[in-house]
Antibody, heavy 119, light 106 residues
Framework: EVHLVESGGGLVKPGGSLRLSCAAS????????MSWVRQAPGEGLEWVSS????????YYADSVKGRFTISRDNAKNSLYLQMNSLRPEDTAVYFCAASEVAPGSFDYWGQGTLVTVSS | DIQMTQSPSTLSAFVGDRVTITCRAS??????LAWYQQKPGKAPKLLIYKASSLESGVPSRFSGSGSGTEFTLTISSLQPDDFATFYC?????????FGQGTKVDI
């Protein structure tokens, strides 16, 4: 059974940093492109960043470019999101998602981790 | 960026109703479109990929159609478990973009 489990969320002050992790199991992690998608409270879904299977291609939403860094460790079946210079508008539940093919839909999703940016 | 526009934003329906949700892309995305269902406090769930392919395990009452810029999600007979918010998403180009969502309620 596929499992994606996010961790690392919490309360952080504006300008602060946070590192999210996503632990994958139940599928061939190294064969899947991985992404982060966020959802602000009461709002819709917003794509944040994607990374291909071998780290060869990385993409970011303009809203996070230069502040967030996506990475993966295929040996540890893990996905990461380093978030720096956090802003109140970054407050959201952050989901990790897996795509089997490229280009691909988001086939599997984690349960999400809440990031709150507030003073 | 490709804008995705869903209609309606809210839909009131009854069990057994046939429900159709429309998604329009601001430029052609071929058939690189997915539909997701999300219930409150839960992660989205993939229903349809490549505009019309049913994800494994998804009930056959869900179907998708369209190509280019116009797409539809149809639920042939609404069931109590289907009351949720539905999102379309294009994966033709980056940035990936979602529609604003359609909430289906009673």
């Amino acid at each position: 059974e596929v499992h994606l489990v996010e961790s690392g969320g919490g309360l952080v002050k504006p300008g602060g940093s946070l590192r999210l992790s996503c632990a994958a199991s139940g599928f061939s992690f190294s064969s899947y492109s991985m992404s982060w998608v966020r959802q602000a409270p009461g709002e819709g879904l917003e794509w944040v960043s994607s990374i291909t299977t071998s780290n060869s291609d990385i993409y970011y939403a303009d809203s996070v470019k230069g502040r967030f860094t996506i990475s993966r460790d295929n040996a540890k079946n893990s996905l990461y999101l380093q978030m720096n210079s956090l802003r109140p508008e970054d407050t959201a539940v952050y989901f990790c998602a897996a795509s089997e093919v490229a280009p691909g839909s988001f086939d599997y999703w984690g349960q999400g981790t809440l990031v709150t940016v507030s003073s | 960026d490709i804008q995705m526009t869903q209609s309606p934003s809210t839909l009131s329906a009854f069990v057994g109703d046939r429900v159709t949700i429309t998604c329009r892309a601001s430029q052609s995305i071929s058939n690189w479109l997915a539909w997701y269902q999300q219930k409150p406090g839960k992660a989205p769930k993939l229903l349809i990929y490549k505009a019309s392919s049913l994800e494994s395990g998804v009930p056959s009452r869900f179907s998708g159609s369209g190509s280019g810029t116009e797409f539809t999600l149809t639920i042939s007979s609404l069931q109590p478990d289907d009351f949720a918010t539905f999102y379309c998403q294009q994966y033709n180009t980056y940035p990936r973009t979602f529609g604003q969502g359609t909430k289906v309620d009673i």
